[in-house]
């Protein structure tokens, strides 16, 4: 089925099905013809490859992704929109589509059974308000996939991709930085849309490191010192990380001192090795 991104097409499709918007589940499907063929093509989405979609909406971007991938694997949480898929995916024979919460499934036995010798990347229009939690749920279960490239509210976009020791980071910066390289891909406005969000949108991509950016003793611990340092922005680290640990002030002063690091400096200020090296301190304490 072709012309999913014209409205009134759209609009028929979802009319015949009795299918309404969910402000719950964050819907809004894409109206502007250029973004899909875009996005599924910076995916990394080629022959030999397979791709995770997880939300499908009506099939519009998964009808690209199947175009250019050997196979795609949809997630699609509401159930209702799985008849129209029908519809509109009739045409091809390489997609499958689970109705589940992507946060419950088992991804490595998905990855294995549906991806046989093929490389794997993960495409999705995410929620805004799931976004965070979906990103770190892929990377911190180590999947062996290449990319994630995602569409997010801008903001989100911005901040995910910022540089450590800029203003913009903030924990979810670090914590992604830690498992990928971050770039901004392009921008997407809110009148792409139907119905149109409050706020425009970016496509990112996640490109997954071999090895995490920096080493450390205890994984938990250095995620533990990135919340707490960043638990309040406008505090000092020694505050910050004082009042999370339940730690004297000045042990975590001796901590920055042995890192080099001044008293004075805030999370916005620190590097990804900063945070290794207060995190291997305060592991050994």
């Known amino acids: 089925m072709s012309e999913l991104s014209n409205i009134s097409v759209i609009k028929d499709l979802l009319h015949r099905h009795g299918f309404t918007f969910s402000k719950a589940l964050g819907q809004n499907f894409l109206i502007n013809p250029s973004i899909c ?25 998964t009808k690209e992704l199947a175009e250019r991938a050997d196979k795609v694997v949809c997630i699609e949480i509401d159930k209702r929109l799985l008849p129209i898929l029908d519809e509109t995916l009739a045409d091809y024979n390489n997609i499958k589509i689970i109705n589940d919460d992507v946060l419950n499934v088992d ?39 290449n990319r994630i490239t995602v569409m997010v509210q801008k903001e989100a976009a911005q901040r995910i991709c910022a540089l450590p020791a800029t203003r913009d980071i903030g924990a979810i910066t670090v914590a992604i930085r830690y498992y990928a390289e971050p770039k901004m891909l392009f921008n997407v406005s809110r009148g792409s849309f139907m119905p149109s969000p409050d706020v425009d949108s970016a496509v990112i991509a996640l490109d ?65 090795s900063d945070f290794g090296k207060i995190s291997d301190l305060l592991d050994n304490k």
């Open 37 to 61: 063929p875009r996005m599924a093509q910076m995916s990394g989405a080629s022959k030999g490859v397979g791709v995770i979609e997880i939300g499908s909406g009506i099939g519009v971007l």
């Open 107 to 145: 991804l490595h036995k998905l990855i294995s059974e549906e991806f046989k010798d093929m490389d794997v990347v993960v495409c999705a229009n995410l929620p805004y308000y799931i976004t965070s939690p979906i990103i770190m749920y892929l990377l911190e279960n180590k999947l062996p996939i």
């Open 208 to 272: 997954i490191l071999p090895t995490p950016s920096v080493s450390v003793k205890n994984e938990e611990t250095f995620f533990k010192v990135v919340k707490g340092a960043f638990s309040q922005r406008r505090k000092t680290v020694v505050n910050c990380l004082s009042g999370f640990f339940s730690m004297p002030k000045s042990d975590i002063t001796d901590i920055l001192n042995q890192c080099g690091i001044k008293p004075t400096a805030r999370a916005e200020e620190l590097t990804m």
